[in-house]
Antibody, heavy 124, light 110 residues
Framework: EVQLVESGGVVVQPGGSLRLSCAAS????????MHWVRQAPGRGPEWVSL????????YYSDSVKGRFIISRDNSKKSLYLQMNSLRTEDSALYSC?????????????????WGQGTRVTVSS | QSVLTQPPSVSAAPGQRVTISCSGM????????VSWHQQVPGTAPKLLIY???KRPSGIPDRFSASKSGTSATLDITGLQTGDEADYYC???????????FGGGTKVTVL
């Protein structure tokens, strides 16, 4: 059974930093592109970042580019999101998601499994 | 404001059909595959449709989708109370080099 479990969400002050983790199990993690997606209360999903299966290719939304860094450790079956210079508008539930098939193109948005998310609150 | 445009809500009686539109541009829907996700409040999104028209295993054929030009459509037939949820279209935008989602459509079963 595929499982994605996020952790690391806390309350942090504006300008602060945070590192989110996503522990994967139930599939061959190192074969799949992975995404971070966030959702503010009452809002739809907002894509944050993606990383290729081998970790060599990354993309970011304009809203987080230059502040967030996505990474992965395939030996630990884990995905990470380093969040710096946090703003109040970054407050949301952050979820990791996997794409449907291995070795997908970066343009694939077929996210077939999502974690339950970890909540980040940026507030003074 | 979302890159992809969806109606905020649609509704119909049980057994009826609803259609959800998703409008974009050449750089996103026009040149890339579209996916659709269903999200029941308080739960993670669920992949309903991938590669414009395909259903993952376990998704009933009451859910179907199509794409034409820079627009995509999700159809739900034989509407059931369990279909009450928010529905989101998504695709890759080749100009932004980013995944883009629609703002979501709330389906209400009357």
């Amino acid at each position: 059974e595929v499982q994605l479990v996020e952790s690391g969400g806390v309350v942090v002050q504006p300008g602060g930093s945070l590192r989110l983790s996503c522990a994967a199990s139930g599939f061959t993690f190192h074969d799949y592109n992975m995404h971070w997606v966030r959702q503010a209360p009452g809002r739809g999903p907002e894509w944050v970042s993606l990383i290729s299966w081998d970790g060599y290719t990354t993309y970011y939304s304009d809203s987080v580019k230059g502040r967030f860094i996505i990474s992965r450790d395939n030996s630990k079956k884990s995905l990470y999101l380093q969040m710096n210079s946090l703003r109040t508008e970054d407050s949301a539930l952050y979820s990791c998601a996997k794409v449907r098939i291995p070795y997908s193109s970066s343009s694939s948005t077929n996210l077939d499994y999502w974690g339950q998310g970890t909540r980040v609150t940026v507030s003074s | 404001q979302s890159v992809l445009t969806q109606p905020p809500s649609v509704s119909a009686a049980p057994g009826q059909r609803v259609t959800i539109s998703c409008s974009g541009m050449r750089s996103n829907i026009g040149n890339n595959f579209v996916s659709w996700h269903q999200q029941v409040p308080g739960t993670a999104p669920k992949l309903l449709i991938y590669d414009n028209t395909k259903r993952p295993s376990g998704i009933p054929d009451r859910f179907s989708a199509s794409k034409s030009g820079t627009s995509a459509t999700l159809d739900i037939t034989g509407l059931q109370t369990g279909d009450e949820a928010d529905y989101y279209c998504g695709t890759w935008d080749s100009s932004l080099n980013a995944v883009v989602f629609g703002g979501g459509t709330k389906v209400t079963v009357l």
